[in-house]
């Protein structure tokens, strides 16, 4: 009995309905409850970089995020609409970013009181703070809340006076048009430091960078340096491969051994660079490298050492750490190479090479935290543009400033989406799309319709 009535089509079709509509409940209910997203495109244009999502884990609280935008823009179209879009990626990952759409024209006293000067313009609001935007995209975006998660002002400084590379610097040699760009963008303050005019090093200093002196340092300066390490300050060596000028004392309180000569790197060669640059490939585990992967690149680089046998109980008390480790098939040598480079036994000391450390210790109740890198070179502006050369330095210096948890990547490159096809592709393409499926279907509907005429 019940065959005949499965047979029967209107029950047969009544029972197909009920099952779909079962089944189409179901997959709502758990699409309500089980969120899964996931982004197929070749470019993950529907992503956000894992450097944002960092960044968004880290912010507590509600952001804010007010547009002050009319509903059409004779140049742009629907603003609002390509605003609400971009900030979806965000709110998938933190969901109290609200957003308040306000229209200049019909609201000009806010507008006003808000300061805003074009439509489409934003005010992103946490913790307190706000700082007003009038382009977005991801980079624009995330440094933004980088900006905003620094809860307390960080001050920057580096020492001036002796022909130093200047943070805020654009010459060749400096480190100002990408490094100290990134730093002030990233919510840092920067200034400089005459060790001869100032009495001491200002204890509101969050970082110091030294770099490479052309002058000797007097007595005096070295002692007020070494005062402010004593003390638990933070610092940013830069040391190239020349004389000292007097930072000779502050190796030896640090307890670094610094050997002459620069880093030959064949995998620099190979890569049709010179042979006195050494790339950073691969990179110990450390806060200031954590999920980093960019090869980074240093010029006339000086190898690192520390002190093992150390008999100096404050010595002891730091905590060394390899941030980068270069030239493993390479060598130091004594002599900058005019032609090939050849490895000198009698001379030269064979790679790896450290290029990069950091030093750590407990003191004053508080950490300390100091990054030596054996080149200054690769945040000049010259060189920072190769690699990750300023996203390296500039998480030394969120690491330096106690603000590990915002060390993040900048957003890669975009890749080739372009696809480039032959005749014979796409005519094979055509055929197919045009032809052959369009046959294919008229085949299968005839076959369908005479069956059941039979």
Excluded: C
């Excluded at 884990?57 to 059409?72: F, R």
């Amino acid at each position: 009995m019940l065959r005949k009535l499965y047979k029967a089509h209107p029950l047969r079709n009544l029972l197909f309905v009920l099952v779909l509509i079962g089944i189409a409940s179901g997959l709502g209910y758990l699409a309500s409850r089980h969120h899964a997203q996931r982004d197929v495109t070749y470019n993950d244009i529907n992503s956000l970089e894992p450097g944002s999502i960092e960044v968004l884990k880290q912010l507590v609280g509600p952001v804010t995020v007010t547009v002050y935008a009319t509903e059409q823009d004779a140049r742009l179209g629907d603003i609002r609409k390509i605003i609400r879009d971009f900030l979806s990626l965000y709110q998938r990952y933190k969901t109290d970013i609200h957003l308040v759409f306000i229209d200049p024209e019909k609201d000009e006293e806010k507008t006003r009181a808000a300061q805003i000067r074009f439509n489409g313009e934003m005010v992103i609001e946490y913790g307190g703070r706000s700082e007003h935007l009038t382009k977005i995209n991801e980079p624009i975006l995330t440094s933004t809340l980088l900006r905003l998660a620094h809860t307390r002002d960080q001050t920057v400084m580096y020492l001036d006076g002796h022909g130093e590379r200047k943070l805020d610097g654009v010459a060749n040699y400096d480190l100002g048009s990408l490094f100290g760009a990134k730093l002030k963008q990233n919510g840092f303050h920067l200034g400089s430091l005459n060790l001869a005019v100032a009495q001491e090093v200002p204890s509101n200093v969050s970082v110091l960078v030294v770099t490479q002196p052309q002058l000797d340092l007097m007595r005096g300066e070295i002692d007020k340096l070494l005062r402010y390490v004593e003390r638990g300050g933070n610092l940013l060596w830069l040391v190239d491969a020349e004389p000292l000028h007097g930072l000779e004392r502050l190796a030896e309180k640090l307890d670094l051994l610094l050997p002459p000569g620069i880093v030959i790197d064949p995998a620099a060669t190979e890569m049709n660079a010179p042979p006195t640059w050494s790339l950073g490939a691969s990179y110990p585990p450390h806060a200031i490298t954590r999920n980093f992967s960019l090869i980074t690149v240093f010029p006339s680089a000086r190898a690192l050492l520390w002190n093992e046998n150390s008999t100096d109980e404050n010595e002891k008390s730091w905590q060394h750490n390899v941030i980068v480790e270069a030239a493993p098939r390479g060598w130091v040598s004594r002599k900058v190479p005019k032609d090939k480079p050849i490895f000198d036994k009698q001379h030269d000391t064979p790679g790896p090479a450290v290029i990069a450390m950091a030093l750590q210790r407990r003191i004053n109740d508080r950490d300390q935290r100091i990054v030596v890198v054996g080149n200054g070179a690769f945040l000049a502006n010259s060189y920072a543009g190769n690699g990750g050369n300023v996203d390296l330095g500039v998480n030394m210096v969120n690491w330096l400033a106690s603000d590990d948890n915002l060390i993040t990547l900048q957003p890669r490159a975009a890749k080739d989406s372009s696809l480039v096809l032959s005749k014979m592709q796409l005519g094979i393409i055509s055929g197919v799309f045009l032809l052959a499926l369009p046959l294919l279907l008229a085949g299968v509907g005839i076959y369908i319709w005479r069956k059941r005429r039979a």
